[in-house]
């Protein structure tokens, strides 16, 4: 598959968004680090970033959590049993991406990450 500037550009602009999301409490830790996870690949940043890593590890560790459209599946008791562990995980995701969400966004607006035209 070939990578076009408009779908590099188009990952990194959802990459900005999910952690701007997460800081502004409009998007869960764990709901933006799945979204990060999925837009890297077509992002072109390298897969061995510090401030990527963290998302990776929270997405692996809360994976089988329902979020968003999946917890249409879920029988509303199963989701109310299981939500001290959501929150247990999200407070967790929170407190360990939070430092790597201030760092993309200082890296997006600086330009050091390039989300305009190259």
Known sequence: MSWNE???LQARHAIFDAAQ???AGRLTYI???RKIVAAWWESKLDERDADF???????????ALPFGK???YWQPAALD???PEI???????RRFGEPHCRNLVARFS???IEIEKF
């Open 31 to 33: 709901e933006g680090a």
């Open 110 to 112: 600086s330009g050091q």
């Open 87 to 93: 929150d247990r995980m999200e407070a967790w995701a």
């Open 81 to 83: 049993a299981l939500q």
């Open 70 to 72: 999946m917890r249409t």
């Open 21 to 23: 999301g997460m800081l």
């Open 6 to 8: 408009s779908e590099i």
């Open 53 to 63: 890593l963290p998302f990776l590890g929270i997405g692996s560790e809360t994976e």
